[in-house]
């Protein structure tokens, strides 16, 4: 386990487990993300990766979470869903940070990129 890994343990007690969780799926290097709260114990025992997919397949949205949805799915085009610079691989209370709104309120709160490639770089072979 590293020293990363232990602090995060240390942060999400037992008490914290039982919080909301509010997963923020941001696309590119955007402000803002699309978000779902996810239930205290409905998120447990799935995988981050389903929360996401789940996330990214609701119906329901309004004209901008469905603006920013696009943009998610055009970043995910040859790129992938990274939280705090590593794949999302394992469980949402895996990359979970406990924070607190401005009344008190507690919850957990999992921030996701969703990053393509930075396209160029390489000069075209001109034979």
Not at 22 to 31: C, D, N, Q, S, Y
Not at 34 to 58: F, H, M, Q, V, W
Not at 84 to 110: D, H, M, N, P
């Amino acid at each position: 386990m590293t020293d990363v890994e232990s602090k995060k343990d240390l942060q999400i007690d037992e008490a914290e487990k039982l919080l909301p969780l509010v997963l923020e799926i941001i696309p590119g290097h955007a402000a803002e993300g699309l978000i779902d709260i996810y239930e205290p114990g409905s998120y447990a025992a799935k995988s981050l990766r389903k929360l996401c997919n789940r996330t990214l397949s609701k119906k329901n949205l309004t004209l901008e979470e469905q603006l920013i949805a696009e943009d998610v799915a055009r970043q995910l085009e040859g790129g992938k869903l990274l939280c705090r610079g590593q794949e999302i691989e394992g469980t949402a209370l895996e990359f979970a940070v406990s924070e607190q709104t401005e009344a008190g309120e507690k919850y957990l709160y999992v921030p996701i990129r969703a990053i393509k490639p930075q396209e160029g770089g390489a000069c075209p072979d001109y034979d």
